[in-house]
């Protein structure tokens, strides 16, 4: 049997969400996930869904020329080098925290802006990373002036940027939230250097996340209240990551006029750089059922691990969507569902279904693509899902699959 219907799910715990329909409905259709053929791909595996990433990518499309924002892909949420060429038909280009992330960029995406910004950069990094990157943010005037002269010196032009910190938190979870008292990301109004921004083009904020553009509108107004002094003489401003642009509530409209505003304002370019609103909603983590127990209740052990496959469960934390489950005691039977490594703490939460599971069903992880990915491990020595696309015609394609020398090649 294979767990497959609706309702779908949303990363914040289990709201039901449609996706956000593209502004231009000239797009690839969506296949509801409940016609989705799963059996198509091996387990564990994660699978993206091209056709979900075309309509994610068409609306930040539609956002950068309604407002004039460049919008750069960030990384660190999404990094999922095959998808690469279909992320460049929409965007110009992609921000990275550190050599590696940059030298991906360089290599799997030819031709984009290259934006780099890491809380510190370490000398060997730091040269890597220069004749690479179109543009280099810097976190504190001190790491600006460590490598000042070094940017004058290469090889291309590279525009450079401050971070800044507006002071003004509207993220609840303190992980999660880059103003938190004591923030070390960001430099404060209080810690500003005006009279070291020669050779400075842009401020850089970002303090956002999985945020609507009303949070956006806050903290812009919070921005501009403790570092609007400076950017007359900026030639950008990067207003960060954290938009939740894709979801289907997300005021689309407010966003474009915010960014119109800011431009008409103060005559700089603005930049977007998000990572999770591309992978939002764009695929799955497909697993299986390996084994059924009883302590107190039901269990089921899959063949993925919610510590090693999805870490962000436990990190923020949140219950990921199972297709077709319900809270559990809504349906008729309920199960824990655990993951196949030693820690105890390995488990996804309490699912119903309609009918009983058995070994070798199969069970879907919904919105599994940004922060997943980019953030397994092999812990426990556990079995790598595989990386698989749905390409718009249905067909899956299974572009990479790990073994043994990869987990020996993250160890000596
Ligand atoms: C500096 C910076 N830019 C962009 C992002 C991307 O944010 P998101 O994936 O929430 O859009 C992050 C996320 O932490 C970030 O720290």
């Not at 609507?212 to 002094?229: D, I, V």
Request: proline residues 7%; charged residues 20%.
């Amino acid at each position: 049997m294979t767990i497959q219907t609706p309702p779908v799910a949303v990363k914040q715990q289990s709201q039901p969400s449609p996706i956000h329909k593209p502004a231009a409905s000239t797009g690839p259709t969506v296949t509801p996930e409940n016609e989705v053929d799963f059996s198509l791909v091996p387990s564990p595996s994660f699978v993206l869904d091209e056709a979900r990433l075309h309509a994610n990518l068409q609306l930040l499309a539609h956002v950068q020329e309604q407002s004039g924002a460049t919008i750069i892909m960030a990384l660190k949420a999404f990094a999922t080098w095959s998808a690469f060429p279909i992320v460049q038909k929409y965007l110009p280009g992609a921000t990275a925290s550190s050599l590696n992330e940059a030298l991906l960029v360089h290599n799997e995406m030819p031709g984009a802006q290259l934006h780099v910004y890491a809380p510190a950069y370490s000398p060997d990094e730091f040269a890597g990373i220069l004749p690479l990157a179109s543009h280099i943010t810097f976190n504190s005037f001190s790491q600006w002036q460590q490598y000042r002269k070094q940017v004058q010196s290469a090889p291309q032009r590279v525009s450079c940027g401050i971070r800044v910190n507006p002071e003004h938190g509207e993220v609840d979870v303190g992980a999660y939230n880059a103003c938190v008292p004591g923030s070390r990301l960001g430099v404060t109004q209080s810690q500003f250097k005006p009279d070291q921004l020669e050779g400075i083009e842009g401020l850089h904020f970002h303090a956002l996340c999985e945020s609507g553009s009303e949070q956006l509108e806050r903290t812009l107004a919070a921005f501009e209240a403790r570092f609007g002094a400076w950017i007359p003489q900026m030639k950008w401003v990067n207003f960060g990551g954290g938009h939740l642009i894709t979801r289907a509530d997300y005021d689309v409209q407010k966003l474009i006029d915010l960014v119109r505003g800011f431009r008409a304002r103060w005559g700089v370019e603005v930049i977007l750089e998000p990572g999770e609103a591309i992978g939002w909603r764009t695929g799955w983590l497909v697993s299986t059922v390996l084994d059924i127990g009883d302590n107190q209740m039901k269990f089921a052990l899959l063949d993925v691990s919610v510590s090693a496959h999805m870490p962000d469960c436990l990190e923020m934390p949140y219950r990921p969507m199972v297709l077709g489950s319900g809270q559990p005691g809504e349906k008729a039977f309920t199960y824990r569902l655990g993951g196949n490594t030693c820690l105890a703490g390995d488990v996804a939460g309490e699912y119903s279904f309609d009918r009983p599971l058995k070994v070798g069903d199969r069970l879907i992880f919904d919105d599994m693509i940004h922060y997943t990915m980019v953030k397994t491990t092999f812990f426990n020595g556990v079995k790598h899902p595989s990386i698989a696309h749905r390409a718009l015609d249905g067909s899956v394609r299974v572009v990479r699959t790990f073994g043994y020398q990869d987990f020996k090649g993250r160890l000596g």
